[in-house]
């Protein structure tokens, strides 16, 4: 299939009504993106596809589906352009299926296609069940992947009927599986059963808490850079930063988000971005689509910064610490351009780690990252 072939399953954009019939600044966004508008526009040069996907109705029979991605548009393509390195087309919204299945079908396909074409995806959602066709786009490719979701709540409740609340149930447990790990950051425990966690610690995933990510975000980058799924859920942030999210007025500020954001822009390995939950008759003055918006600024940020990165195999580009931990004879690479870290395991591959790793290393303790790693291998 090619690019032209999905034209029967994507609506175009209104750029002018996206502008609020103002029109875009030469120094906006929205001046500069590939869009979908009267025809398909040549992606070959770009560094992140949009499409947006407003199915709504794993989140219950209310809802069908939503303008929520073009209110996130609205106020994304408003923003200054900075990152002129970063190409950024917009192949507008997926649409809506006749039943949910065909909702996931169409996204499913409009993202293999552009993973296969090599293109770093970002999904404007939709309820967070449209995760599950995320995932099986690396599926219908054969691929075992990591993912790492941020949500107030871990998404297994069993006793629901609601897809956007148990979704994960087909990701840990469908077959064929192609999950080799799974992160979840940002978890409020009041909100787990205890057991849940249990239950996730056996399977060999990792869950952080809110508040202790709050402590040291720098450590979710490790888990970010290594995964090829990212699937955010604007519930894991404050009330106060996102007004449209009634569940919890705990979680992540606005910042924070954009961190996380920034992360998953930066990672080559990061494939796939899903901002999901929106609801935009629930925002106040459009301020949970700012805050959005925001973020996704955040992703072209980490592309950016991402594009300065060395290859692992430029080692002149990387300054290498060589030690045995725990009679472990081990490496650890620091890139000078980034700063960041990568930590060999027993194989010989590299994984990557952060400078607590290290640290934990040098007092020949075994950091928890590279044990999981190994255990995972």
């Known amino acids: ?68 991605p073009d209110k996130i548009r609205t106020a994304f393509y408003s923003l200054f352009y900075w990152h002129t390195q970063v190409k950024v087309a917009d192949l507008g919204n997926i649409k809506t299926g006749a039943t949910l299945n065909d909702s996931y079908a169409a996204v499913k396909m409009v993202v293999t296609e552009l993973l296969q074409m090599g293109k770093k995806v970002l999904i404007l959602g939709g309820g967070h069940d449209i995760t599950i066709p995320q995932y099986l786009s690396y599926g219908a490719m054969n691929k075992i992947v990591d993912a790492v979701v941020v949500d107030a709540k871990i998404d297994l409740d069993m006793e629901t009927v609601l897809p ?13 599986n192609h999950l080799k790990h799974y992160s ?18 056996k399977l060999g995933f990792d869950c952080y808490r809110v508040g202790k990510v709050k402590e040291a975000i720098e450590e979710m980058e490790p888990a970010i850079r290594n995964s090829e ?24 500020n606005g910042e924070e988000a954009c961190t996380l954001m920034q992360y998953a822009g930066m990672s080559h390995t990061c494939t796939t ?21 925001h973020m996704l600024w955040y992703v072209l940020d980490g592309i950016y910064r991402g594009k300065q990165e060395a290859e692992l195999a430029d080692r002149n580009d990387f300054n290498e610490f060589t030690m045995a931990f725990a009679e472990v004879e081990t490496a650890f690479l620091q890139s000078k351009r980034t700063g960041r870290w990568w930590m060999q395991l027993h194989d010989g591959n590299y994984v990557a780690c ?3 790793d290290y640290v934990t290393a040098c007092n020949n303790d075994i950091p928890e990252r590279w044990l999981r790693a190994v255990e995972r291998s």
């Open 164 to 176: 956007a609340e148990q979704f994960l149930v087909e990701m840990f447990t469908g077959i064929p």
């Open 184 to 201: 979840h950051i940002g978890f409020q425990s009041y909100f787990m059963h205890p057991d849940m966690l249990e239950t996730i610690d």
């Open 1 to 68: 299939m090619s690019l032209h072939s999905l034209q029967d399953f994507l609506e175009p954009l209104n750029m002018a009504m996206l502008s609020e019939d103002e029109g875009f600044k030469d120094t906006q966004l929205g001046r500069h993106v590939l869009a979908y508008e009267e025809e398909l526009p040549d992606i070959e040069e770009a560094d992140l596809v949009i499409v947006g996907c407003g199915e709504m109705r794993g989140m219950g029979m209310q809802y069908t589906s939503t303008d929520a």
């Open 354 to 356: 952060s400078y607590r």
């Open 273 to 293: 971005i899903g901002l999901y939950g929106y609801l935009p008759q629930q925002d106040q003055h459009n301020l949970t689509a700012k805050q959005q918006a």
């Open 229 to 252: 799924i990212f699937s955010f859920d604007i519930a894991a942030i404050q009330h106060a930063h996102a007004p449209a999210n009634l569940i919890t007025p705990n979680g992540f």
